[in-house]
């Protein structure tokens, strides 16, 4: 079965930290861009970075840029968000998903339309 699994999440303090994982399952991420999206309650799922095929282009959304880092590990199948300085507007459940149109750092990551998501890794950040 071809998936992608989320883990990490949790609850932390304002200002802390912590680290998202995205493993693929029953495939091979080395040929896939993969995004990071975050959907909080009542508002609509959201991309806020990506990651291209060989780490050489990455996108942050402003609302995040320099506090989260996008790395990834094709050998190890896994593709991880490190998330600095949190906030209590980082509350949201994250998923990780394949960018569609290719990771560009001049656009928000976009899902395929029809993609199956996972369940998410709920991120919670007090004030």
């Known amino acids: 079965q071809v998936q992608l699994v989320e883990s990490g999440g949790g609850l932390v303090q304002s200002g802390g930290s912590l680290r998202l994982s995205c493993v693929a399952s029953?495939?091979?991420?080395?040929?896939?861009?993969i995004g990071w999206f975050r959907q909080a309650p009542g508002k609509e799922r959201e991309g806020v970075s990506c990651?291209?095929?060989?780490?050489?282009?990455?996108f942050y959304a402003d609302s995040v840029r320099g506090r989260f880092t996008i790395s990834r590990d094709n050998a190890n199948n896994i593709v991880t968000l490190q998330m600095n300085s949190l906030k209590p507007e980082d509350t949201a459940v994250y998923y990780c998903?394949?960018?569609?149109?290719?990771?560009?750092?001049?656009?928000?990551?976009?899902?395929?339309?029809?993609?199956?998501w996972g369940q998410g890794t709920q991120v919670t950040v007090s004030s």
């Open positions: 998903a394949p960018d569609r149109l290719g990771c560009s750092e001049l656009r928000p990551p976009m899902a395929p339309a029809h993609f199956s």
């Open positions: 990651i291209s095929v060989g780490a050489g282009s990455t």
């Open positions: 029953g495939f091979a991420l080395d040929y896939y861009h």
